[in-house]
């Protein structure tokens, strides 16, 4: 007979992809924001219960990403000694099993289960029982260059199987890590804590903003900006950073009273001031800042994502730009604000486009538009040539370039901290433009092929295929951030045949 735990619920959440239109590096600063898109493209977790018979107790948490070869995580976990929270342990089935870490699911669990634990204890049950539960991961097509001898085994109506293990899978970077740790958090609550209604309310957001905050950031290794978590929680918003010192935290899971401070952080208490004189209250240790307002396409314009197949180590390259403005502060800081300035300029014609009536289309409508991101362009190539950081590569700066040349291209930018990953353009939201932009890339992708081979053929070096060829991923612009799923999409993915589908939320 099944345990008492069947009364909870299978839960699915997705969480969007993000693209930093405007905002790259600055967003690091507090004195600055960025203007971040929300992408149709999700991370999608679901999580059910993990049934055992009557008497028998597991501390156990299985996760799988099917579309992956071999992408099974299991975990055991136990509540450590004085408050110090849960702490979260990779298992192996077999002595021949090769481990592969994947620290942003194992961080994510051990604090989101930590906070978990402190929501359910009580006086009169001060250690309760976390059961186990079965986690599936699965992620838009989007966020992964497709290889070209990708399999169709096992494919639903939404998802692909790749092919390949994760660890050898081509990012897209639309950022996956922070969708991936925001899903998780919201669906490990969803499950656990079914009526704190943490989806459903402004305050229960928030909740979850901070608790996926703190777990990227751990998992990261470093206090990053935010800025896709935000998103990932959020949406579409404008973007200014909390605070480094609100997440300073120098301990860890497992320490004395750990639970208890984690908490605290999450729930922000004693977070509302009193003093009502200026409006809302102010948070007294979050202070972040995400408005939604202004974080808008208008109509007759849209978002197109081109993945370059290619990538860049961001870490690395955001340490050589605070590198720089560390040995040239009176440099960086005239850079940062003309920067920012432009940036501005961006947002406030998009908000003009927005505001002006739809009907009125005439030539020349986004000239302004497209001029903003033009100085936008050439003051992060100063940057990337004062810094020697290449965030605005030669290749990607004639591939943009090019795209200019297609009628209905407005601009386009290297998103984020630029490098090598997938470009952002703004087009004309027409059929006929974006059929003219996939014939050019269709022709630049030609011509990439030929030079390859050419100096292939020059080095005496057996030619296979151009790296960095470059296609048109399937996304959009979207406003809407984290958010709860029907089970039922999954079920090809979750159940393959082994048990029903009886326990999906309707």
Known sequence: MPSDDQSRKTVAVSAPGKVLLAGGYLVLDRDYT?????????????IRPLHTSTGVVLEEIIVKSPQFKDAIWEYGYRRSEKDGGVLVHPLTSSA??????????????????????????????????????????????????????KSTEFTGEQFKFFGIPLWDAHKTGLGSSAALVTALT???????????????????????????????????????????????????????????????????????????RLRALVDDDEAIAEDKEEGEGQRKKWDTQITKAGAALPKGLR??????????????????????????????????????????????????????????????????????????????????????????????????????????????????????????????????????????????????????AQLAKASGVEWEEAPGLVSVLEVKQDDEGVRVEKGAMYASWVLRREESNDDYEP
């Open 34 to 46: 960025g203007l971040v898109f929300g992408l149709d493209a999700r991370i999608h977790v679901h």
């Open 96 to 149: 021949q099993q090769t481990l592969h870490p994947n620290p942003f699911v194992e961080t994510t669990l051990t604090h989101v289960l930590t906070y978990i634990s402190t929501k359910l204890a009580s006086a009169t049950n001060p250690s309760p029982t976390i059961h186990p539960s079965a986690i599936t991961i699965l992620a838009d097509d989007a966020y992964y260059t497709t290889p070209s001898n």
């Open 186 to 260: 919201a669906a490990l609550l969803a499950h656990y804590l079914p009526e704190e209604k943490l989806l459903t309310t402004e305050e229960g957001r928030l909740r979850v903003h901070n608790l996926a905050q703190v777990a990227h950031c751990v998992a990261q290794g470093k206090v990053g900006s935010g800025f896709d978590v935000a998103s990932a929680v959020y949406g579409s918003c404008i973007y200014r950073r909390f605070s480094p010192s609100v997440i300073a935290m120098t301990d860890s899971p497992g320490t004395a009273g750990y639970a208890s």
């Open 303 to 452: 978002l197109v994502m081109c993945d370059v197949d290619c990538g860049s180590k961001t870490p690395g390259m955001v340490k050589g730009v605070l590198d720089w403005r560390k040995r040239e502060p009176e440099e960086a800081g005239m850079v940062w604000t003309k920067l920012h300035a432009q940036n501005e300029a961006v947002q406030a014609e998009l908000q003009h486009l927005c505001q002006a009536d739809a009907k009125a289309e005439f030539s020349g409508r986004f000239d302004k538009l497209s001029a903003a991101l033009a100085d936008v362009r050439a003051s992060v190539r100063n940057m990337s040539r004062l810094s020697g950081v290449p965030i605005e590569p030669e290749s990607q700066r004639a591939l943009l370039d090019g795209c200019l040349g297609v009628t209905g291209v407005v601009n386009g930018v290297v998103p984020g901290a630029g490098g090598y990953d997938a470009v952002a353009l703004l087009i004309e939201d027409t059929p006929e433009t974006l059929e003219e932009l996939r014939k050019f890339l269709e022709r630049w992708n030609t011509s990439v092929a030929a030079e390859q």
